[in-house]
Structure formats: structure tokens, C-alpha cells
T-cell receptor
Framework: EDQVTQSPEALRLQEGESSSLNCSYT??????LFWYRQDPGKGPEFLFT???AGEEKEKERLKATLTKKESFLHITAPKPEDSATYLC???????????FGDGTTLTVKP | EPEVTQTPSHQVTQMGQEVILRCVPI?????FYWYRQILGQKVEFLVS????????KSEIFDDQFSVERPDGSNFTLKIRSTKLEDSAMYFC???????????FGPGTRLTVT
């Protein structure tokens, strides 16, 4: 059974204070690891897919990295509009679905 | 930019009633999914659908649930006899072949009273 654990559960940052979110996973053969952003009452918004260890993807202030056991979402100089819940999900070789973590709720104070 | 749409945005129903949640996936996508998210909990897989049949379903997806692609654009989730514990956000997602990237709709909030 694929498993995803995200930490921390919640993170409060001052505007401009960089930090990282962690996603640890176990999967039988990785087809992809996905990062989503979810605003309250909305659907998950796709951010990145990482397919193999060593891969990195960037989008504005966000950078996602991947190892064989975990992924990090680095947030550089965050702004209040980056406040949201960030979800990590994995898709294993033998799975026809994505397995999600509980998410990290990020709050950025001005 | 193509997106997944869902209707209605909010559905209130009484326990024991049937509901149908509707989704229009991204037009060139081939794989379709329903997930649900109970308030404050993680996103949970319900069912995947490909080539007009169910590919995989979770333990949650019991006999009270069914899915259908009645035409070339719509994808529906039917809950036959709703229970209080079915109250949740229901998300439809679609995926293009080979990339495994799922794009989610805005969700339907189902409230069972």
C-alpha cells in the first residue's frame, strides 16, 4: 500500500521568510510524485510532477525536489498569497490512483 | 486553458435520497476519477474509469455508488441512498495518457441531513 506523510502539519512564516515542506513516501515503483495547492473550499490545483530521484521543478517562488524517499517543496521569499494547503500525492507502478498526504497548511503573514 | 468543471457546486439532500454529481473532464483526457474529502481530512480515492469501465475502486466505493459516462463529455457519480457520513467534498479529476497528472475540478460539496 502506497503511503504519504507530510510535515509539518502547519507552518507560519513571515513574508519573505523562506522555508521547506516535506513529503515522505513509500511506494512500490514510482510513476510520479505530485504537488498540489488547495485553497479552502476549492479543488486541488496542480503544481508539479516529479518522476525520478534527482529531478527538480520550479515555478515562481516554488521549487520541488525529489529523492528516493522524500520530496521537498521549497518556498523562497513567500508572499501572503502563497497561503494555502499544499498537498503531496504519489502514483505507484501498481496503482491506478494517486495516494494523498494530509497536507501542510502554510500561512504567510505580511 | 482547459479545465474540469463540476455541477452542482453545493448539494443538500436528505438521508436515503439519491444524488447525481456531474463532471465535465478535459476534452482530450482518457482517464477519469472521483475522489472525496471529508472536512479536515485527506483527499481519498473512490474510483477510476477508463474506456467506459471501472479500472479500480476503493473500499469506500460500495454498492451504493456507481459511475457513468453517459455521453462523450459528461462523467457522473451516483450515490443511491445517501448516509450522513457521505457528507464531503467530491472531486472529479481527469488525466491524459502517460503523464499521470490529474487535474481536479472545483468540487461539489454534498451535505446530507
Amino acid at each position: 500500500e502506497d503511503q504519504v506523510t507530510q510535515s509539518p502539519e502547519a507552518l507560519r512564516l513571515q513574508e519573505g521568510e523562506s522555508s521547506s515542506l516535506n513529503c515522505s513516501y513509500t511506494v512500490s515503483g514510482l510513476r510520479g510524485l505530485f504537488w498540489y495547492r488547495q485553497d479552502p473550499g476549492k479543488g486541488p490545483e496542480f503544481l508539479f510532477t516529479l518522476y525520478s530521484a534527482g529531478e527538480e521543478k520550479e515555478k515562481e517562488r516554488l521549487k520541488a525536489t525529489l529523492t528516493k524517499k522524500e520530496s521537498f517543496l521549497h518556498i523562497t521569499a513567500p508572499k501572503p498569497e502563497d497561503s494555502a494547503t499544499y498537498l503531496c500525492a504519489v502514483r505507484g507502478t501498481n496503482a491506478g490512483k494517486s495516494t494523498f498526504g494530509d497536507g501542510t497548511t502554510l500561512t504567510v503573514k505580511p | 486553458e482547459p479545465e474540469v468543471t463540476q455541477t452542482p457546486s453545493h448539494q443538500v439532500t436528505q438521508m436515503g435520497q439519491e444524488v447525481i454529481l456531474r463532471c465535465v473532464p478535459i476534452s482530450n483526457h482518457l482517464y477519469f476519477y472521483w475522489y472525496r474529502q471529508i472536512l479536515g481530512q485527506k483527499v481519498e480515492f473512490l474510483v477510476s474509469f477508463y474506456n467506459n469501465e471501472i479500472s479500480e475502486k476503493s473500499e469506500i466505493f460500495d454498492d451504493q455508488f456507481s459511475v457513468e459516462r453517459p455521453d462523450g463529455s459528461n462523467f457522473t457519480l451516483k450515490i443511491r441512498s445517501t448516509k450522513l457520513e457521505d457528507s464531503a467534498m467530491y472531486f472529479c479529476a481527469s488525466e491524459n495518457r502517460g503523464l499521470y497528472e490529474q487535474y481536479f475540478g472545483p468540487g461539489t460539496r454534498l451535505t446530507v441531513t
